[in-house]
């Protein structure tokens, strides 16, 4: 296996401007000082594999950190996180899917605990039907941005926290039944929107004419909804534009996480690989951008790992945690 380069964009500044906390030196660490303040700033990177690991929760992207070009999670990073997870650490996913279309992610590690789901808006335990935070969309507004979509002729759909609407069958539902493993519930989204808590609207758009019609839609909404383009290696044409509340970000729901596990900022590791996941890994101790990440990412992260198809994540897991 290839090693993990070591990124010197902005988390190799001497001076971070995102840090604020004191930090510890070397010395004080060695005589049992306090881990809570370690951060790759204080000590250097490189210096943290050598010593105890101070890190207690790793949360993971899915598509394009954890699932491959096949659409499948690796051998090697499955073992690892269940390393991870039998050390003690906390494993979260975030991810811009749905509950639903992550519970399959979620039993093939056995992983059982709170992730952040739809890139930010919803905190929450599937096992124990129970939300940390959560973050809808204006009921009025989303049957506006429905009715762009339907004048416009680009598939839209919405989410619950527990189901997913769509007003007719499409390619794009055909992708969400047999990629992303969930079947739809079909209803009309207007009445959707009047009598249901709405937590994300997705534009799904594989033509050239209909990711320009996705990016008018965008200016459309500008400030009054939140707009990610997302991807999947499994589709490299088709681009997956969640579409959430101005207030949402995955790092705003790492905050409400950590602070349910009363877990410091400083000792996550947060892995990833889209532009959605820049607010998580500006919020980690330790920020890790996958091979295969657009450059926006890697320019902030402190470690660039292996791409999805070289488990990029059970390397990090070797190297940082266990």
Avoid at 30 to 53: A, C, F, H
Avoid at 71 to 91: C, L, N, P, Q
Avoid at 255 to 261: D, K, M, P, S, T
Wanted: aromatic letters at 8%; one cysteine or more; hydrophobic letters at 40%.
């Amino acid at each position: 296996m290839r090693g993990v380069p070591i990124t010197s964009g902005r988390r190799g500044n001497p001076t971070p401007q995102r840090r604020t906390e004191r930090t510890l030196s070397e010395s004080n660490v060695s005589q049992g000082g306090d881990w809570d303040l370690i951060t790759p700033y204080s000590i250097g990177v490189e210096r943290l594999i050598e010593m105890k690991n101070p890190y207690k929760l790793l949360v993971v992207d899915i598509d394009g950190t954890l699932l491959n070009s096949r659409g499948t999670i690796s051998e090697e990073d499955t073992r690892a996180i269940d390393e991870a997870r039998k050390s003690g650490i906390y494993v979260a996913l975030s991810t811009g899917r749905a509950a639903i279309a992550s519970r399959w992610v979620m039993d093939h590690l056995k992983l059982d605990g709170y992730h952040i789901f739809f890139d930010g808006a919803l905190v929450y335990n599937p096992e124990k039907d129970h939300e940390v935070y959560a973050e809808s969309i204006d009921g009025a507004l989303a049957c506006e941005a429905i009715d762009f979509a339907r004048e416009n002729k680009i598939n839209c759909d919405l989410y619950t926290s527990s189901h997913y609407y769509i007003e007719q069958d499409s390619w794009a539902v055909d992708i969400r039944r047999t990629f992303f493993r969930i079947n739809p519930t079909f209803r009309n989204l207007d009445d959707v929107c009047r009598q249901e808590r709405i937590i994300k609207g997705t534009v799904i758009v594989r033509a050239p004419e209909e990711k320009s019609i996705a990016h008018e839609f965008q200016e459309k909404f500008r400030g009054k909804l939140s707009f990610s383009w997302t991807m999947t290696p499994a589709y490299p044409d088709v681009d997956f534009i969640n579409v959430v509340s101005p207030k949402v970000s995955k790092g705003k729901a790492l905050e409400e996480l950590c602070a349910f596990y009363r877990v410091p900022l400083s000792q996550v590791v947060a892995i990833g690989d889209g532009a959605n996941d820049l607010s998580l890994l500006k919020m980690a101790g330790l920020a890790v951008a996958m091979g295969n990440s657009v450059d926006e990412l890697k320019s902030i992260a402190d470690v660039i790992t292996e791409d999805v198809d070289h488990n990029g994540v059970a390397e990090i897991i070797k190297r940082f945690l266990v």
